[in-house]
């Protein structure tokens, strides 16, 4: 694995253990401020857009624990990188538990030194 695969695998980790402490505050300075998520029930354009639609599912999905798999790099760049993989989902919804998977694209920009989430896509 390259060096730059290996920080953004790094950078996708960081990720996924921020979202698994339902701390929206963790989740949020990984993304880019003028990102576009898409999620199974609607598009969110913007930080202040996707932290809401983030929190609203750790409201819904309590003890939820989230995990990338088959984690594959299509594109690798200086500045910008784009991903594929395969997601899982755990957790209770409505006082029962619930699981679904699906998979992800990411596009990852880097501003300032530093990689952030520019655009999600999960579909199930």
Same mark, same amino acid.
């Given at each position: ?11 996708? @980790?960081?990720?996924?253990?921020? %979202?698994?402490?339902?701390?929206? #505050?963790? &989740?949020?300075?990984?993304? !880019?401020?003028?990102? +576009? ?13 996707? @932290?809401?639609?983030?929190?609203? %599912?750790?409201?819904?999905?309590? #003890?939820? &624990?989230?995990?990338?798999? !088959?984690?594959?790099? +299509? ?50």
């Amino acid at each position: 694995m390259s060096d730059l695969a290996a920080e953004l695998t790094a950078f996708m @980790t960081r990720y996924e253990q921020a %979202t698994n402490t339902h701390d929206i #505050d963790r &989740v949020a300075p990984l993304i !880019d401020a003028d990102a +576009v998520y898409w999620f199974s029930d609607g598009s969110h354009r913007g930080l202040s857009e996707i @932290t809401e639609a983030i929190k609203r %599912t750790f409201a819904v999905i309590q #003890d939820e &624990v989230y995990e990338v798999q !088959d984690l594959e790099w +299509v594109v690798l760049a200086a500045d910008h990188a784009v991903c594929r993989y395969r997601f899982l989902w755990t957790g209770v919804v409505d006082g029962r538990p619930r699981s679904g998977q699906g998979r992800g694209t990411n596009v990852l920009v880097k501003r300032e030194s530093a990689w952030k989430m520019r655009h999600e896509h999960l579909s199930s």
